[in-house]
C-alpha cells in the first residue's frame, strides 16, 4: 500500500492504481474528458494533467501511484496548462450553448468557467465541419462540437464490440465516422455513447430540442424490459415548471431515461430498449372498470369479482412478472390460499430484436420472473381444464387458451380488445406509477420509486388483491 501526498494529504493508494483513481477515491477531484473507468486510457485529452514535485507535469489518468510521490493538482503551472488546453479545445469549438441539449451538464462549460473563462485567444476564422451527421437513425453528430476524446469509439470496440465508429482523416479535419460494413444502428447498446460524450457532439434523437435538463428531475427506477432488472432513471418534468398552456401531457411523460450506475447488475450501462420505456408506459390507458364490455363503477367492478371468487370451486391465477415483489406478496397473502398460482410471460421479445448476449441483453423479456418464483413459488404453467375461474394479471395472455367456460376476472393497465371480453375488467397502475422492487435473475433486488400520479379510476393491484379477498356482500 504505497502511500502518496496529494496537495499535501497523505494517501494510503492501493498497489497499481493510477494517481487519477487514487484521487477520486480520496474525493480529490481531476478535470477529465477523455478517461472512463471502464474504457482503456486514451490520454488525449490532457485535462487531467497534475505536478509531481521533482518530476514536472504529467497526466493523472496514466501515472502509476508509487512511494513518497508528492502530488500536486490544483497548483499555478497545473491550471495554467489547463487553461491553455481549454483554449486549444475551444478554439474551433462553436458557441452553442443557447442551443445545445447538453447545456446544463457539458464537460465543456464547466471547465472553461473554472479554469479558462476567457474568449478565444485565435483571431482566425473557427474550422467549419458536419453540423448534423447521421450516425444512426436513433444518433445524431455535432462534428463542429466533437473534442476527439475517443470515447465514443472505444466503447464500440471494448464494451459493445460493434466495431461500429472510427477516427477518419487526420488533424483539426479529424472526424468521428461509422464503420462502412458495420452499422451504428445494428448495436443494440449504441445510445451509451451519448452519455459518454463529455459535450454536445452525440445528440439523441428522442430528445433533440425536447426541453432543458434543469426543467427535469431523474427518478431512479428498473428498466422492465428484460430479466436483468438495469437501474435507471427516469426523467420527467419538475411540478415547479409543469406546463400549463401549451402541451399538459409533457406534465406526464417521460423525456428521457439514462443508465443509474450499478456494479452488481448493469454498471454504467444500458440497452436502448431501456432508452425506449416512453414507447411502453405511454401507450393509450384503461382507465375504466369493465364488466363485460359494459363500464361500470369501480365499486361494483371489486364486488362481482368477488362474488366470482366466493363461488369459484377451482380458480387459478396467471401472475405477471412486471408485478412488484410488494405487490406479489400481497397476492400470496390475501388470495394465495385460495388461487393456483402459475407464471405468465407478460412480454416476448419483439421482431428483430436481439435475444440475448454476454452484456446486458437476457431472452426473458420480463423483470420479475425470479421473484414471482420466489415470492410465491408459481412456475410456468397453464391452469389445468377443470379451472372454472382464471384471474389474469397483466399483459400476455392469449383468452382463446384459457379453460373452457372458465369465467375470467381480468387486471391490466393498457387499452386491448380482451379488457371488453373479460367477465371483470379492472384497470390498475403501471410502474412509474408506484414504488416497489424486482429481483433480477441474479438475485438483486433492484428499487424504483413512483415518477407520475396514478390516474383517476385506476387501482394499484397491491390494495386491490387485499379488496378482492373480502367476502362479497350478501343481497338480501
Not at 454504467?268 to 430498449?273: A, E, T
Request: proline fraction near 7%.
Amino acid at each position: 500500500m504505497p502511500q502518496i501526498l496529494i496537495n499535501g494529504r497523505p494517501i494510503e493508494a492501493r498497489a497499481g492504481q493510477t494517481v487519477l483513481e487514487a484521487a477520486q477515491e480520496n474525493g480529490v477531484f481531476v478535470p477529465t474528458f477523455c478517461w472512463h473507468p471502464q474504457l482503456s486510457i486514451a490520454g488525449n485529452c490532457r485535462m487531467c494533467l497534475v505536478e509531481v514535485e521533482g518530476r514536472g507535469l504529467d497526466i493523472a489518468c496514466n501515472m502509476p501511484v508509487s512511494a513518497g510521490m508528492h502530488v500536486l493538482t490544483d497548483s499555478p503551472d497545473v491550471r495554467a496548462h489547463r487553461k491553455a488546453m481549454l483554449q486549444f479545445i475551444t478554439l474551433n469549438h462553436p458557441v452553442d450553448c443557447g442551443i445545445c441539449d447538453k447545456a446544463g451538464e457539458c464537460r465543456l462549460q464547466d471547465y472553461h468557467y473554472a479554469y479558462n473563462g476567457e474568449a478565444s485567444l485565435s483571431a482566425d476564422p473557427k474550422v467549419h465541419s458536419t453540423k448534423y451527421y447521421n450516425l444512426s437513425s436513433r444518433i445524431l453528430l455535432d462534428n463542429e462540437r466533437c473534442i476527439l476524446c475517443l470515447r465514443c469509439t472505444r466503447f464500440t470496440h471494448e464494451i459493445s464490440k460493434s466495431m461500429a465508429l472510427g477516427v477518419e482523416r487526420r488533424g483539426d479535419t479529424s472526424n468521428i465516422r461509422p464503420v462502412a460494413d458495420r452499422p451504428l444502428g445494428d448495436d443494440p447498446y449504441s445510445d451509451n455513447i451519448i452519455d459518454l460524450c463529455p459535450v454536445g457532439a452525440l445528440q439523441s434523437r428522442q430528445f433533440l430540442h425536447r426541453t432543458r435538463v434543469w426543467y427535469l428531475r431523474a427518478t431512479p427506477s428498473v428498466c422492465p424490459g428484460c430479466e436483468r432488472g438495469c437501474t435507471v432513471q427516469v426523467w420527467h418534468r419538475k411540478p415547479e415548471w409543469h406546463v400549463k398552456a401549451l402541451d399538459p401531457a409533457q406534465n406526464r411523460s417521460i423525456a428521457r431515461v439514462t443508465p443509474l450506475e450499478n456494479p452488481a447488475v448493469n454498471g454504467p450501462w444500458i440497452c436502448n430498449k431501456g432508452r425506449d420505456l416512453a414507447r411502453i408506459f405511454e401507450r393509450q390507458r384503461a382507465l375504466e372498470p369493465m364488466l363485460k364490455g359494459r363500464p361500470v363503477p369501480l365499486a361494483e367492478a371489486v364486488e362481482t369479482a368477488r362474488e366470482l371468487i366466493g363461488r369459484a370451486r377451482r380458480p387459478a391465477a396467471l401472475l405477471s412478472n412486471w408485478g412488484s415483489n410488494e405487490e406479489l406478496a400481497a397476492f400470496r397473502q390475501h388470495l394465495g390460499t385460495l388461487f393456483s398460482a402459475h407464471l405468465k410471460r407478460d412480454r416476448e421479445a419483439e421482431p428483430g430484436e436481439r435475444s440475448e448476449d454476454d452484456l446486458l441483453i437476457r431472452s426473458d423479456k420480463n423483470p420479475n420472473s425470479a421473484g414471482v418464483r420466489a415470492i410465491t413459488g408459481a412456475a410456468a404453467s397453464v391452469p389445468d381444464a377443470g379451472t372454472d375461474l382464471v384471474l389474469v394479471w397483466g399483459e400476455g395472455c392469449d383468452f382463446a387458451m384459457l379453460p373452457r367456460g372458465a369465467q375470467v376476472i381480468f387486471l391490466n393497465a393498457y387499452l386491448q380488445p380482451e379488457n371488453g371480453h373479460a367477465d371483470v375488467f379492472i384497470p390498475i397502475s403501471v410502474q412509474t406509477e408506484r414504488h416497489g422492487h424486482y429481483t433480477n435473475f441474479q438475485g438483486h433486488i433492484s428499487e424504483f420509486q413512483p415518477c407520475f400520479p396514478r390516474p383517476e379510476g385506476v387501482s394499484d393491484a397491491e390494495s386491490l388483491f387485499k379488496s378482492l379477498a373480502q367476502p362479497a356482500r350478501v343481497h338480501a
